[in-house]
């Protein structure tokens, strides 16, 4: 079991954000209970960001699970996610950023047990279009996608983000993985101060019972 977890909180230019720091130390320490072999970065940028997913990539092989959580800016364009690095120019576009959807196709090429791809991020931007990208992704990848100031909305700099906090009090439970995070989205349902800006986005072609617990 592997997991790849980015966080990226220092922009060289857009705004700067408190919780990706927290959260993947916290996610770090619960996936290790889990017998997860985890690799923690934080503020990549582009070649950086693009040098660890390959070697993540590599790490992945038949039967194995795979696990790979981004917190920090991104957006979606025609059905396309993109992860925003810290060194991301104004005035960015898709050439910049890293491609949810293509990361998920080298993840479905190893033949793994398991792919859950946690998206912590915005899924919008203020300005311009992006070009098209690539097709949708096939592979399970739970992700929440929300507005910078929904996910910011915790309290001081050393506390998780909304995300994180819920998922924390799921993420040991011995339960199919989609059931896990159904449960997440529920939880994260019944904070008034986040309803209608901040939801949980789950997709997946999941069939089999498959569990974070899993021995593998």
């Known amino acids: 079991k592997v997991a790849l977890l980015i966080g990226n909180r220092h922009y060289l230019h857009h705004k700067q954000l408190k919780a990706p720091m927290v959260d993947v130390h916290a996610l770090s320490t619960l996936l290790r209970q889990l017998d997860f072999k985890v690799v923690s970065l934080l503020d990549l940028r582009k070649a950086e960001m693009q040098m660890a997913v390959n070697e993540f ?22 059905g396309n996610s993109f992860m925003v690095p810290i060194d991301a120019p104004s005035a960015y576009t898709s050439a910049h950023c890293l491609c949810v959807q293509q990361v998920l196709q080298g ?6 047990g398991l792919n859950v791809f946690l998206l912590d991020m915005c899924r919008k931007r203020g300005w311009g279009l992006a070009p098209r990208g690539v097709m949708e992704p096939t592979l399970p990848h739970p992700s929440r996608c929300a507005d910078a100031e929904a996910y ?14 819920f998922l924390k009090r799921w993420l040991l439970e011995d339960e199919k993985i989609t059931v896990l995070l159904d449960k997440v989205a529920e939880d994260m349902g019944t904070l008034e101060i986040t309803r209608g800006r901040q939801a949980l986005e789950l997709r997946s ?12």
């Open 57 to 78: 990539l590599l790490l992945l092989d038949k039967g194995v699970y795979g696990l790979l959580y981004y917190a920090g800016h991104g957006y979606e364009n025609f």
């Open 205 to 216: 072609n999941l069939s089999e019972r498959r569990a974070l617990t899993d021995p593998i």
């Open 152 to 165: 910011e909305l915790s309290q001081g700099e050393l506390s998780n983000g909304i995300f994180v906090t």
């Open 107 to 112: 993840m479905q090429q190893r033949r793994t």
